[in-house]
């Protein structure tokens, strides 16, 4: 039987693109793939045809070749691989696997480079700091290329050899009926060389681990939780391959005034009963190191905060700050003299429901209360 024209087995014009092919060969093989249709014979065919036709197809120069000859061109070189397939079936239907659910086969010859591993560092600064930005130095042992092989891991004056198992790819493979699987070359692990003698200095590795000093530039405004991330300062890749990079997690350690919540900042200040009653003012300290005074009006309730705008922590990567919040917390007197006792006693008897409001409405509410339930169980 005459062999039907590739293009027309894709359904495909002759002036189709590459991606027209590929998505021609996808939506024909999903649809005739014998998985799919067992035992019919007419669908193994139209299987077997569509994928000689791609394999043709999605090569320029066998394209050309195909477009110029025709099949002729070919008429020595496919049909010859398993179950009546070519010999690159593996590699199609890899394409088809790609597609569709999004996997690599791994083609292509390795060179072993492989990027280096991340690696984290954690950093604990004051709330201070955290204020006014800070610039840090830190020791770190780190896995970096080795000097004496550049990476290589082979002994200086010789080089890695190609793996004899996987020819380089790095990967072997081995037909199973319609499929082709591929697995890591157990040689080579994947790398696709193998050292007859390795470096001396690094095991064969390519890699020596050293202590390096790293500047690191703190931004004003950091919060806990921060990562900073410092490009190619992680370990050294294998073989030559790209370093990884390296991650500082700050954490903000506590401050005995200050509790931050993001970029505002709150505290508690004790202030004696006088001055609560009479008013007055008092001194806090604030993040930068100054001082500043806060006011207290006359009759100022426990609890009550004031709020100081621009004096909290600074928005990262801003020009804004935050505010500080001073929550007053007014002081019971203790430990009273005898003339102290009295004249606070003096004071009870002076006062009325003008001088303390909210105790007298209070006790004014319990009293309702307290008559209600009398009411109710005389009536009962």
Request: proline share 5%.
């Amino acid at each position: 039987m005459a062999k039907r024209c590739y293009y027309q087995a894709l359904e495909v014009d002759r002036t189709a693109s590459d991606g027209d092919i590929k998505a021609a060969f996808r939506k024909q093989a999903m649809q005739c793939h014998p998985d799919r249709h067992p035992g019919d014979r007419t669908a193994e065919h139209r299987f077997k045809e569509i994928n000689e036709a791609y394999e043709v197809l999605k090569d320029p120069d066998k394209r050309a070749a195909y477009d110029r000859f025709g099949h002729a061109a070919f008429e020595h070189g496919m049909g010859n691989g398993p179950a009546g397939f070519g010999a690159d079936f593996g590699t199609t239907f890899s394409d088809l696997f790609e597609g569709i659910f999004g996997m690599s086969a791994g083609r292509g010859r390795s060179s072993g480079r492989e990027r280096g591993a991340d690696l984290r560092y954690n950093m604990e600064i004051t709330l201070q700091e955290a204020f006014t930005g800070k610039n840090a130095q830190i020791r770190i042992p780190t896995p970096v290329t080795c000097e004496a092989c550049s990476g290589s891991g082979a002994k200086a004056g010789t080089k890695p050899k190609t793996c004899p198992m996987c020819g380089g790819h790095g990967r072997v493979r081995h037909a199973q009926g319609f499929f082709t699987l591929e697995r890591t070359c157990p040689n080579c692990h994947g790398r696709g060389q193998s050292i007859d003698t390795p470096c001396a200095s690094c095991g064969g590795s390519g890699r020596v681990t050293r202590e390096r000093t790293l500047a690191v530039n703190i931004p004003a405004g950091v919060e806990d939780g921060t990562r900073i991330r410092l490009a190619g300062e992680g370990e050294a890749g294998v073989r030559g391959g790209p370093p990884g990079d390296l991650y500082i997690f700050l954490s903000i350690g506590g401050h005995p005034f200050f509790q931050r919540d993001g970029a505002d900042l709150h505290c508690r200040v004790p202030v004696s009963m006088v001055t609560a009653v009479l008013g007055g003012e008092f001194e806090v300290p604030t993040i930068d190191g100054g001082k500043t005074k806060v006011k207290v009006p006359e009759g100022t309730q426990s609890g009550r905060r004031f709020r100081l705008g621009g004096k909290g922590m600074p928005v990262l990567r801003s020009r804004q700050s935050g505010d500080m919040y001073v929550q007053v917390v007014v002081e019971t007197p203790q430990q009273l003299t005898k003339k102290q006792r009295e004249l606070l006693a003096e004071f009870e008897r002076l006062s009325s429901s003008e001088t303390q409001p909210e105790s007298s409405g209070f006790l004014g509410k319990v009293k309702e209360f307290l008559d209600g339930l009398g009411g109710r169980a005389g009536a009962a």
